[in-house]
């Protein structure tokens, strides 16, 4: 073979996982290849987080115009050109994806515009894929790693078997934005973070949206009273939201419209007309045709096994982020890890990272983060807690901001007084949240979260209350009742 088509380490797939792991095997030296089939970026930056994100803060700015005159500013008529706010969100995805290949070139790493099957241990076949790829060389048949090949596939959206589901789209499909016209409603299946972020945006933006999760609340997998708030804030927006709802079908109209035919929490038949359904169910470990026929690692529920070190059952075959079966689906664990991955396969020093302390945000009005354990899980895992909760409030920079229902919250054990979890609802919720992430990864206690003092006005005084309230210290607060 070729000397070119040798490399220490091939990396399968270009998100948030590939592209860290890449970058990291180059500055460690490592001779690098990756392969992508589709675009530079993967799932986060072409078609989740990031146009999410950029959709959310144009439904945020065109809000808060329309909520200024609450404050004596007059914005006149607001409106929306939504071709535009389409073209605002495909220049933020193109500056992210071309800083990608920038980076690629910088670090001087082979990139292939081809889907990858791992035929061995060590060998990849490529088959090349129609279309530009900035700074992508010609595809050979194979390449080979010495070292290791890092599969980072990512995960793909799940379709729920209901009769109808054919008229259905992803989220992939509505991010993409393909040819996607005004439309006046939409259906979400599904009250996870997906359904519930896209259903802030929609609402925000006018469009009448009906959401239907199946279990007793939304974002069930989060603290009870922050879901609450997160819901009346949709409400508020105008949503309907229909938790422990079954989805049963979905029928096309006359008029070319779809309804969803869903049994409500009472057992009673309901059902939501609209010119779109989401269904936003979960997402799957992307493993379709990775594998040549007798070649194949060990799975779990569809997700690749990993151990501690994210190699798989096939020594110098690793996965990370979403498509192996221990992911937490979030892009910036998958980058944690990437950087793990090849420290390891590079064989020299590996960092130290405490990989269970993982932020988790859900992009809401106000926004949710979270890290560590809920006060169930630390009580579950035998902890005697501590809880403090500060309601925002009393917080001088939520009143200024009118920030709506806002809360920070802190768990400790109480014999240890090591801090466990945080839980933040609140604006930029997600920067703020950093700070317990470290915290909680290098096992600070009680005294150390207040040994320093936090700005003023700032939401981070809040922080400073829901620790002190652990202790029912907290200062701007009743003190409990006796
Ligand atoms: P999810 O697991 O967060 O939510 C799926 C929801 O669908 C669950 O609440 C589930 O009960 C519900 N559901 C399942 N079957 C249903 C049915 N038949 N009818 C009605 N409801 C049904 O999955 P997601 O929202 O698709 O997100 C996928 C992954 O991507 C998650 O791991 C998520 O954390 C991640 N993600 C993260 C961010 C972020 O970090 N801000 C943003 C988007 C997605």
């Given amino acids: 073979m070729a000397e070119e088509n040798q490399y220490d380490v091939i990396i399968i797939g270009s998100g948030p996982g590939g592209y860290v792991a890449a970058i990291r095997a180059a500055q460690l030296g490592l001779k690098t290849a990756i392969v992508e089939e589709l ?40 409106t929306l050109d939504e071709a535009k706010m389409d073209d605002f969100k495909k220049s933020v995805v193109d500056t992210q994806t071309s800083g990608v290949g920038f980076l690629m070139k910088s670090n001087k790493i082979d990139v292939y515009h081809a889907h990858a099957t791992i035929t061995g241990a060590q060998t990849v076949a490529l088959e090349a894929r129609e279309g530009d790829m900035s700074g992508a060389l010609d595809v050979p048949a194979q390449i080979t790693a010495s070292k290791g090949i890092v599969i980072a596939t990512g995960a793909v959206p799940v379709m729920i078997p209901i009769p109808g589901i054919e008229y259905c789209v992803s989220s992939d499909d509505l991010l993409e934005g393909k040819e996607r016209p005004e439309f006046e409603s939409i259906t979400i299946i599904g009250g996870g973070v997906i359904g519930v972020e ?76 609209s010119d779109y359904v989401l269904c936003a169910v979960g997402r799957k470990a992307n493993i379709d045709g990775l ?148 915290a909680i990864a290098n096992h600070m206690t009680f005294d150390q979260m207040l040994r320093g003092m936090r700005p003023h006005p700032t939401y981070m005084e809040g922080f400073t209350e829901a620790l002190l309230a652990a202790k029912g210290e907290a200062i701007h607060m009743a003190p409990a009742k006796k």
Avoid at 255 to 273: C, N, Y
Wanted: charged content about 25%; some cysteine.
């Fill in 291 to 438: 594998f040549a026929e007798g070649m194949s690692v060990e799975t779990d529920r569809g997700g690749i096994v990993v151990n501690d070190k994210y190699e798989t059952s096939v020594p110098g075959i690793w996965a990370i982020g979403d498509v192996h079966s221990g992911s937490s689906q979030l892009a910036h664990a998958a980058s944690f890890e990437a950087e793990q991955a090849v420290e390891e396969i590079a064989g020299g020093s590996v960092r130290e990272r405490d990989q269970q302390a993982i932020p988790a945000v859900v992009y809401t009005w106000p926004e949710y983060a979270h890290v560590g354990m809920t006060e169930e899980e630390a009580k579950a895992a035998g902890h005697d807690v501590l809880t403090g909760k500060f309601p925002l409030g009393g917080n001088a920079m939520a009143v200024v901001e009118q920030s709506g229902r806002s809360f920070m919250k802190t768990i400790f054990d109480a014999e240890t007084e090591e801090l466990l979890g945080v839980t933040m609802l609140a604006n930029r919720a997600s920067d703020m949240i950093d700070e317990s992430t470290m």
């Fill in 39 to 78: 675009e530079l970026g993967g799932v986060c930056l072409n078609r989740g987080c990031v146009p999410t994100k950029a959709l959310i803060h144009v439904s945020r700015e065109l809000n808060a115009l329309k909520d200024a005159d609450a404050f004596g500013v007059t914005a006149g008529s607001v």
């Fill in 198 to 273: 896209l259903a802030t945006f929609y609402a925000g933006i006018g469009k009448q949206v009906t959401l239907v999760e199946a279990l007793d609340r939304v974002l069930a997998k989060i603290e009870k009273d922050a879901s609450t708030a997160i819901v009346q804030q949709l409400k508020a927006q105008g949503a309907s939201v229909n938790a422990k709802s079954s989805v049963q079908r979905v029928e096309k109209l006359e008029d070319g419209r779809l309804r969803t035919v869903f049994t409500d929490k009472k057992g009673k038949e309901q059902s939501a007309d």
